[in-house]
């Protein structure tokens, strides 16, 4: 069974771009949570969705946003991209929603910002 | 909010030796507690995770890990490491939703 795919894996951009990550969970997974993770903050919730709908969301601004298809690949988006944003961003799935079922992580999108 | 503490940043262990990694969350709620590890060069893999009953609760190559409500603590342990468990673990937990709040992590360096 193939895992949780990011793309790209690298990316690089300059101040006040936007950026577009995608990742495509483990067939039949139907939740999706993205994370952020740098050396200063560690791993970060951004949000999570299950069916189309956005369900949990952490606690960062509104320039970052997703969404997710019918097919449950999810798309996360970063508007105005700040030097802070650069980062590894993760995402993970699980079978259906509910904080009892374990998540399984990608490999991850390593963004830079120049 | 919900938090999680790891005390320890970075263990150094000789091959055989026992290891324990501690782990603190603040949440007075019901939680489920999971254990990640992330060798180099690899995405996150889950370790053992717990949602109730036993508080005792096995994973992968030899880990467990000891839930004590009371303490609001969920510490890793192994009786003997290998170099090859060298890597980066992290606690994490969550009251329910699918977000995960997670530890600063540990790194974990076992000299042969």
């Known amino acids: 069974k193939a895992g949780v795919t990011q793309t790209p894996r690298y990316l690089i951009k300059t101040r006040g771009q936007q950026v577009t990550l995608s990742c495509s969970p483990i067939?039949?997974?139907?939740?999706v949570s993205w994370y952020q993770q740098t050396p200063g903050q560690g791993l970060q919730f951004l949000f999570e969705?299950?069916?189309?709908?956005?369900?949990n969301k952490g606690n960062f601004p509104g320039r970052f946003s997703g969404r997710q298809f019918s097919n449950s690949r999810s798309e996360m988006n970063v508007s105005t991209l700040e030097l802070g944003d650069s980062a590894l961003y993760l995402c993970?799935?699980?079978?259906?929603?509910?904080?009892?079922?374990?998540?399984?992580f990608g490999d991850g999108t390593r963004l830079s910002i120049l | 909010a919900q938090s999680v503490s790891q005390h320890n940043h970075h263990v150094i262990l000789s091959e055989a030796a026992s290891l324990e990694l501690g782990c603190n969350y603040s949440?007075?709620?019901?939680?489920?507690l999971f254990w990640y590890v992330q060798y180099p060069g690899q995405h996150l893999q889950l370790l053992l995770k717990?949602?109730?009953?036993?508080?005792l609760v096995k994973g992968i190559k030899g880990f467990e890990a000891e839930f004590i409500k009371s303490k609001f603590s969920f510490n890793l342990r192994k009786p003997s490491v290998q170099w090859s468990d060298t890597a980066e673990y992290f606690c994490?937990?969550?009251?329910?939703?699918?977000?995960?709040?997670f530890g600063t992590g540990t790194r974990l360096t076992v000299i042969p």
């Open positions: 993970a799935s699980s079978l259906v929603g509910g904080g009892n079922q374990p998540q399984h």
């Open positions: 067939s039949g997974h139907r939740s």
């Open positions: 969705y299950f069916s189309e709908t956005q369900r």
């Open positions: 949440y007075g709620g019901t939680v489920n």
């Open positions: 717990y949602f109730s009953g036993d508080p």
């Open positions: 994490a937990v969550n009251s329910g939703a699918n977000n995960l709040f």
